[in-house]
């Protein structure tokens, strides 16, 4: 499956050929804090199959185990990644360009 896609601005923008995985909604005070909305949609890849094309997101640390990626010019949330599970990387799904190739489960 490719999966392409990037924030409102189109300054960061990702591409994967990678199986997604663990597509969910999450409604946690942290990424309802981060994306301003009652609950975010991810999804997961392995992070040697993502590729940036264009500028690479900006990353926060937003917990003591997690680090989040976003849009510097327009602040969309992008990603979500945790050191216990290294070789994985959570995308916001409603930065897909076609959101509902991964629908949460």
């Given at each position: ?34 994306s301003g909305a ?7 890849v392995k992070t040697a ?57």
């Amino acid at each position: 499956m490719s999966l392409q896609g990037g924030c409102f601005c189109g300054a960061v923008r990702y591409e994967t050929d990678g199986e997604p995985f663990n597509s969910t909604l999450c409604h946690c005070t942290d990424c309802r804090r981060a994306s301003g909305a009652p609950a975010l949609a991810w999804f997961s890849v392995k992070t040697a199959e993502l590729r940036w094309v264009g500028q690479d997101p900006k990353t926060f640390r937003s917990s003591a185990d997690a680090m989040r990626g976003f849009c510097a010019q327009c602040g969309t949330s992008l990603t979500w990644s945790a050191h216990q599970w290294p070789d994985e990387i959570d995308l916001a799904t409603a930065t897909l360009d076609d959101p509902e190739q991964v629908p949460p489960q």
